[in-house]
């Protein structure tokens, strides 16, 4: 079930990424939801599940997009490893690293994204300018925080089931026995 709805809120957050937050494809303001998505699933689910949902992910992320087939799902298997394996390695308690390793990770595999396009499609004009990022990576680190408290709120709800089994058990008539 978690699977399932993860993967229905990553295409949710795609869809109002793609379509209500871009006022045009190169829109400095457009926050990737996608990634704090990926963070989370990184920090938080194990690896199967997560696996499943960033292919699933990936896929549609490389469908809205219509750039290099298959670059947006490297871009989300590559951030959820880097993110895991940095997440494993911390010494810290998680709440202090959590949301500034968001950031951090989005400028590095942002990087490596921009240097593999300019490799594979040297005819593209991708812009690479460090006060942009800067201003994306603050809108993710901005959007981090609430995002990840509804993820866990998600997590929690899906976790549970559908159904409250307590609810439908029948209870006897007599109130001593347990």
């Known amino acids: 079930m978690i699977v399932i709805g993860f993967t229905v809120l990553g295409v ?5 990424q793609t379509s209500v937050c871009m006022i045009h494809p190169v829109w400095l303001l457009a926050p990737d939801f996608y990634y704090i998505l990926v963070a989370y699933l990184a920090y938080r689910l194990d690896l199967l599940r997560s696996l499943i949902i960033l292919f699933f992910l990936g896929c549609v992320l490389d469908v809205f997009s219509g750039t290099i087939l298959g670059m947006y799902s490297l871009l989300c298997f590559s951030a959820f490893f880097l993110l895991r394996y940095a997440a494993q390695k911390m010494p810290v308690s998680e709440s202090l690293y959590q949301v500034p390793l968001v950031g951090v990770s989005y ?28 201003v994306r990576t603050c809108l993710i680190v901005a959007f981090a925080f609430p995002l990840f408290r509804f993820f866990e ?15 439908v058990r029948v209870r006897t008539d007599n109130r001593y026995r347990s």
Do not use: C, D, Q, R
């Not at 593999?116 to 040297?122: G, Q, T, Y």
């Not at 709120?153 to 609810?167: D, E, I, R, T, V």
């Open 107 to 134: 400028l590095v595999i942002s990087w490596i994204t921009y240097i593999l396009v300019s490799i594979f499609e040297p005819g593209t004009l991708v812009e690479w300018y460090w006060w942009k990022m800067m």
């Open 153 to 167: 709120y998600a997590n929690h709800w899906l976790s549970k089931g559908l159904f409250a089994w307590k609810k």
């Open 12 to 16: 949710l957050l795609v869809v109002l």
